[in-house]
């Protein structure tokens, strides 16, 4: 029997070697592995942050500072147009097929970039006190709206820079600047905050968003190829707006329906269920850290293995299972320890730790049905897309509206629970969408 367990024991000590080698040789292993590891720190960080500010802000102050943020980013979306998305799968399949289009590619997409989101800058700075009297109903907010106008461009910027990175599978050193991003935004927030209350914590935003951009465009500058002179051609400039456009379209539904849920707590409830609402969320988007880290990743591979059906449908799987189970764990975790989250805080978030429980769980449904919305980028399938995300965000702006309308729940709860309903009946609806597809 001896013998026999020493020869079992070395069969699985050779599958588990082969094992280890299979996965130190794939791809998408190791970008996930560099993404997740520099990205960790980063946005851990980042938490740790966004707890000082409401602490020293408290709840009122806090939503004051979510809705200013929410405006700016929902507006920041418009500008990108959807090129954080395009720039990650042309030059993933441009390095597959036409390199000599790269340069001029990366020229177009920053071109276009700064004219969208120039523009939306100076008509944000130019109509600041209208957003703030009639939108958010808070005069003394358009001085604030005012100065972080900038921020938009360098928000643009950034986005389109992290996906020129992608493409190019510079996942690694996106992880650095993340990890170091995530510094600065502890150290700037916690310091400004502490000596000048909201107006220190705003500026902490810009600052770090300008130093994002200074460190991302050295990279890129390094990643471009410069062998081949860049020719002017206006039908490719064309073809990244045409498919850049249901993209942009598709972020515009979803920023918009988020900032009116905003308003709709505002005026329905007050702005303490706002600061509810914003921190709920935060810990949502943190279960969401390992999908949105590798979102970039996901959509590059996709990209890449778009003409092989077999390999695309791999490459889906894989995505979806890791995916999966990283959203379960910290949904567990962050369930289990919500009422020591919620005492973090501060005396004035009470009754935050239930908000958090059903926020992290509509988190699956979110993070997996992404899966999908990248496959359909990824296999030009933007228009449908779009199509089927706007169902989504009009479903969770109309119910979550009756909720709060018809006080079936508290503000903040009202919308939290509307979005889990609506994500469960999108991630149904997009595995129906991508067989159909796939039948085509």
């Known amino acids: 029997m001896g013998r026999i367990d020493n020869i079992e024991d070395l069969i699985l000590k050779v599958e588990f070697n082969n094992f280890f080698v299979k996965l130190k040789s794939n791809q998408l292993f190791k970008d996930s592995f560099w993404s997740l590891l520099g990205n960790v720190a980063g946005r851990g960080l980042s938490l740790v942050a966004g707890i000082a500010i409401a602490r020293f802000l ?18 920041g979306v418009f500008s990108t147009f959807g090129l954080g998305y395009t720039a990650t799968k042309y030059i993933a399949e441009f390095r597959q097929t036409a390199k000599d289009k790269i340069p001029l590619f990366v020229k177009y997409a920053n071109k276009i970039t700064l004219l969208f989101s120039g523009a939306m800058a100076v008509m944000l700075f130019a109509f600041a006190d209208v957003v703030a009297a009639q939108w958010l109903e808070a005069v ?22 992290i996906g020129i990175l992608s493409g190019f599978g510079r996942f690694k050193e996106i992880a650095k600047i993340n ?126 293995s778009s003409s092989d059906n077999a390999e695309h449908k791999n490459v889906l799987k894989q995505v979806f299972l890791i995916t999966a189970i990283s959203v379960l764990i910290p949904i567990a975790l962050v369930f289990i320890f919500s009422g020591f989250i919620e005492s973090m805080y501060g005396k004035t978030f009470s009754n935050l730790g239930g908000l958090i429980s059903i926020a992290v769980f509509t988190t699956f449904f979110s993070a997996t049905s992404g899966v999908y919305v990248n496959s359909f980028i990824s296999l030009n399938k933007n228009w449908l897309m779009l199509y089927s995300s706007i169902i989504r965000e ?26 889990l309903v609506m994500n469960f009946l999108f991630l149904c609806f997009a595995y129906l969408i991508y067989i159909n597809i796939k039948k085509i």
């Open 394 to 419: 009009i479903g969770i702006f109309l119910l979550g509206f009756v909720f709060i309308s018809n006080q079936v729940f508290d503000g903040a709860k009202s919308i939290i629970i509307a979005s």
């Open 58 to 75: 408290g709840k009122d102050i806090y939503g004051e500072y979510g809705i200013i943020r929410n405006t700016i980013l929902t507006i």
């Open 140 to 161: 003394h907010l358009a001085t604030p709206l005012r100065i972080l106008s900038v921020l938009i461009v360098f928000n643009a910027i950034t986005t389109t820079q």
């Open 179 to 304: 990890t170091w991003i995530g510094v600065l935004t502890f150290l700037l927030s916690v310091v400004l905050t502490y000596f000048f209350e909201l107006n220190g914590a705003l500026m902490a935003l810009l600052l770090v968003q300008i130093l994002n951009c200074v460190f991302n465009y050295t990279v890129v500058k390094k990643c471009i190829p410069t062998s081949s002179p860049a020719i002017e051609d206006k039908a490719l400039q064309k073809e990244i707006i045409r498919f850049s456009t249901p993209i942009a379209l598709r972020e515009a539904v979803y920023s918009i329906t988020s900032w009116m849920l905003g308003l709709f707590i505002i005026r329905f409830s007050s702005f303490g269920e706002l600061g509810l609402y914003t921190a709920a969320m935060q810990w949502n988007a943190i279960v969401l850290f390992i999908p949105g880290v590798l979102k970039n990743v996901v959509l590059t591979h996709l990209s890449k």
